[in-house]
């Protein structure tokens, strides 16, 4: 079945950088468009990166020149390097896959990891 497993998650300080992490079985991960999308408490999810297939990438603008979504196909694996995170940052991250574009608020992709906490705080 599938599984994405996302780490990497924890708490940093304003400033500071952490690397996600997301291993993912059960499908075909080359042919999938992969997601990170984040869920801050009281708010709505939503979608922060974008990678397609053939490696195209879309980040949101609030993330925009400090986040970058990778992924290695050989190890089925996707990336999120954060970087400059701020407390608004502060979210659960989950690793998603599906087909194609996703809306920003309340993405839905075919698949979802359980998710992996960030928390910015001095």
């Known amino acids: 079945q599938v599984q994405l497993v996302e780490s990497g998650g924890g708490l940093v300080q304003p400033g500071g950088s952490l690397r996600l992490s997301c291993a993912a079985s059960g499908f075909t991960f080359s042919s999938y468009w992969m997601y990170w999308v984040r869920q801050a408490p009281g708010k709505a999810r939503e979608l922060v990166a974008t990678?397609?297939?053939?490696?195209?990438?879309i980040h949101a603008n609030a993330v925009k020149g400090r986040f970058t979504i990778s992924r290695d196909n050989a190890k089925n694996t996707l990336y999120l390097q954060m970087n400059s995170l701020q407390p608004e940052d502060t979210a659960v991250y989950y690793c998603a896959a599906g087909g194609g574009m996703l809306r920003e608020a309340n993405p839905s992709p075919d698949y979802w990891g359980q998710g992996t906490q960030v928390t910015v705080s001095s």
């Open positions: 990678i397609s297939a053939g490696g195209g990438t």
